[in-house]
């Protein structure tokens, strides 16, 4: 399990898609410290809310775009081994869910080391760190990962699962938020799966979503045992 989740995490880290990345996240949170005049004036934040703008920016992007993000570049982690047949060599090696779960914790290891820079860097200019933010964006990104894994294990076929990503990329947060303000009683019950209801309460109700994501890794790895390499 370890093996292939460094593998994982080594292999997402090559090239330049780590730094493009944290890039996009720094570039987000100085223009959330930019603006945060603007959005202190308009939602009544207060001093604190404000400094801790360059956090929040970057919790804000996970929460919007970082389905799409995840699914990107890992949407095809398990059935891209199955279709070109490299599976059933890692199946010799070790069991199906030591498989599942490197792939999951290295693609996870891998978000959280960018989100950890991206921190680190913005807290050097805030002279702040918020750790309870940086703990609601790990959340939803076990979240994201997780549901990831689940769909690459569930549909056989890597062109599907490209589909899918810039679909439910788009159209996930859209759904999700609407679900989490939305009064109908008929389809709210469905925000209690999502992570957006968790997120907008400012407590460690958080914790619930990763508990979610280890009920859709459950769910995944029933389904993979299940499928023929």
Same mark, same amino acid.
């Given at each position: 399990m370890f093996v292939i989740g460094k593998k994982e995490c080594f292999g997402l880290l090559k090239g330049t898609k780590s730094l493009v990345v944290v890039f996009i996240f720094l570039i987000t949170?100085?223009?959330?410290?930019?603006?945060?005049p603007l959005m202190t004036a308009t939602v009544d934040l207060n001093a604190r809310e404000a400094k801790?703008? $360059?956090?929040?920016?970057? =919790? @804000?992007? #996970?929460?919007?775009?970082?389905?799409?993000?995840?699914?990107?570049?890992?949407?095809?982690?398990?059935?891209?081994?199955?279709?070109?047949?490299?599976?059933?060599?890692?199946?010799?090696?070790?069991?199906?869910?030591?498989?599942?779960?490197?792939? $999951?914790?290295?693609?996870? =290891? @891998?978000? #959280?080391?960018?989100?950890?820079v991206s921190f680190f860097i913005t807290s050097l200019f805030s002279k702040s760190f918020h750790f309870f933010i940086f703990f609601q964006t790990i959340c939803i990104l076990t979240y994201q990962v997780a549901l990831t894994i689940m769909l690459s294990a569930m549909i056989s076929k890597p062109g599907m699962t490209m589909f899918l990503s810039v679909i439910l990329g788009i159209a996930f947060p859209i759904v999700g938020i609407w679900l989490a303000l939305t009064s109908k009683a008929w389809i709210a019950w469905l925000k209690y799966i999502t992570p957006y209801y968790y997120l907008e309460r400012d407590d460690w109700t958080c914790l619930v979503i990763v508990l979610i994501a280890g009920l859709m890794l459950v769910i995944a790895n029933a389904v993979f045992g299940r499928r023929e390499c």
């Open positions: 949170a100085y223009y959330s410290a930019k603006f945060s801790d703008m $360059y956090t929040v920016g970057i =919790l @804000f992007l #996970v929460v919007i775009l970082g389905q799409l993000f995840v699914m990107g570049l890992s949407h095809d982690s398990i059935n891209r081994e199955m279709h070109e047949r490299t599976m059933r060599f890692l199946i010799t090696r070790t069991s199906r869910t030591n498989i599942l779960l490197g792939k $999951y914790f290295g693609i996870l =290891l @891998f978000w #959280v080391l960018c989100i950890s």
